[in-house]
């Protein structure tokens, strides 16, 4: 194997729980909800996926629990803000901070544990083949569906009328409610959709990335995955460059750093920020104002007159 | 101006929607206290009444966005249960909003199907967008962001789509508070057109010139209560107003010798580029306000008010010093507090969030304009009792009425928190004040306050510019008007020049020179 092919894919690998968490989080922001809880939604996912396969031996039963903690945490969330209308913001970080508190509390029992990693992808001879075999046709069920969201979710988005209600409740929820959208009722089911997609990026990390669970391993994944929805202006394309482009110079400053050249780790360490959010502010300032507003009733609570 | 329709004879037939004892509270306050209505085919039916008379309130439960505490509806004779808009939508009932249902990043047609129930592809729904909107002589292109669009054209989007439903009644929630009068007589002529059509509409509205023009029945509301159903062509705009407020109205009058001497004022050839990308730019300004004036400045919104506003204020810089001159100095690059000391003042739009900060209590609002101006500030520290001195004043001069002696600013209703704001500036006695949309949403009542202050103001030797869209009220107080559009300020004409048909082509882009030309023939039309 080639050091660029080796390369790739661990870039894919690196940037797939970002993918996961952010589509998840870009559907709830188009909703007008600004849940800043994704790092403690992961990583309840990671702590429940690893648990849920440790004690099933099936890696996809352990990301059925990961989206079902990091729903489930969504849904207190959820509860706070749509139901009692509190604060979008306090509630979303008091969730970071549950759910890596919990997340310690259930993980305790496996730290030290492994479990067999997620089974990648073999077809017989395109696998086989020269370079992309392995790329295109050789990696693990998250992988293809973190691509699989990303389109299915522009999809839904520009293509359906439900993504339009929802973009319709992000943009103006008095409009909304005005034309009798029951725009509580949308944000609820866009939150929980977030809060899967996120508790599937954690499970992603002990199912797929490490075969063990050490407590704290999303490690601010969570708030790279938030950040990138803002830079990518609210834009599932945009998105998955982000992501990439993130997990890319992740990856590269690593073999640099193997390469000992003379730059500081920390500033190496620091690249991948530095790099997504300059490529990003590029392509939204290079694409003028048009498109690129946030949703226009983001993290404003709402509460209907009846 | 009675347009020649035939009068219909309502009792003769069966109304179309019949409003039974509804009655809607919240807590113990009756937003609406047992409200009988009829609604016949081919009528247009005014619904009258002061801000929190309870108008909103009926017609959001006409149209199933607010489940009433009693009272019953009939559509056809039947009872109808409205569980919400679709149910209204599906009867037949559409509705126009005051503040627009619209969503700006979306486009025209994506707006019109959200107002719809999706039953027909996106592409059907666009060639009938078209057609419909052609038909009404109501040009719309479906592919625009609404955020691109005029506010003429954004009411034309929510008309189209309520006629889009093909709906038996449609509700009209105050739709000229922001046209041209050039734009309100264009939409009169599709409401003719819909009556025409045996439709029944109802009309909400606080321009009774209109509504004397436009309806064949009114109902009056005040207080949550019906005053009256009449027919308001029998009567005059002073009855219909004194049966909406239940007492006369004071006529604003103008005091004192108005000496127009120095400017004080001084508008230098400002040009500016919006912050915001959805702003106005504006170009080349120049104009000067002298003391003992009032200039207007009047205009659709969205042309560039706000951006001159804050202009103004100091809350965005001139890029030139002399771009704005207050008594001789020069302004442009100072501060909002640097301004006030020059003994400039600012009444921005907006009540609650930019004029006053909501949740705190209207002494330390007093205080967060006035600090740099006045007493209410020792060595650093705030003096308490001069910032509740400052209150009572206001409250006594401008009769602010309000539950306590310094309660919350948005514990105030909208016409006395604003005779709050706009006394709290004048009692500084300002020699410059700059105030935008002085009455808007404001009771009759306080209005007339308000326009005798500013007037009392200028009568004093203060120079006064402001910012409206409401014609009347320019045309009540103002020496001078001038029209802004697109960034544009156009050269002032003499308050008694200056028809309504003059300003309105100014409004809609009209350049002084056509203007003349084209107003007769828009009068010949």
Redesign the interface.
Known sequence: MGLLEAIIISVIAASTPLLLAAAGELVVERSGVLNLGTEGMMIMGAACGFAGCWLTGSTFIGALCGIAAGCALSLVFAALTLGLAVNQVAAGLALTILGVGLSGLIGAGFVGEKITPAPHLYLPVLTGLPFIGKILFGQDGFVYFSVALVIGIWWFLYRTRAGLVLRAVGDSHTSAHALGYPVLKIRLLAVLFGGGCAGLGGAFLPLAYTPFFIPGMTAGRGWIALALVVFSSWMPGRLAAGAYLFGAVTIMQLHAQAFGLGIPSQLMTALPYLATVIVLVLISRARGSAGSVAPASLGIVFVPDR | MVNAVPVSEPSARAPLLQAIAMTKRYGTFAANDSIDLDLYAGEIHALLGENGAGKSTLVKTMY????PTSGELRWMGEKLELT???DA?SQGIAMV?Q????????TVA?NV???LD?VES?AAMSARLAQVSRDYGLPLDPNR?VWRLSVGERQRIEIVRALMQNPKLLILDEPTAVLTPQEADQLFTVLFRLKSEGRALLYISHKLDEVKRLCDTATILRGGKKISTCDPRKETAASLARMMVGAEIGEVKATGARATTIPRLLIQDLSLTPDD??GVHLKNISIEVKGGEILGIAGVAGNGQDELFAALSGERLAPREGNIVIDSNAAGGLSVTARRKLGAAFVPEERLGHGTAPRMKLSENALLTGHAASHMVKHGFVDKPKTLETVDKTTKTFDVRKAKRDPEAVSLSGGNLQKFIVGREILREPGVLVVSQPTWGVDAGAAAVIRQALLDLSSRGSAVLVISQDLDELAEIADRIAVMFHGHLSPPVAAHEATREKLGLLMGGASAEADAREASHAIGA
């Open positions: 199933g966005l607010i489940q919400g808009p679709s939508r909003f503040h627009f249902s619209l969503f700006d990043n979306l994506e199907a959200l107002g999706g996106f962001e990308p959805h």
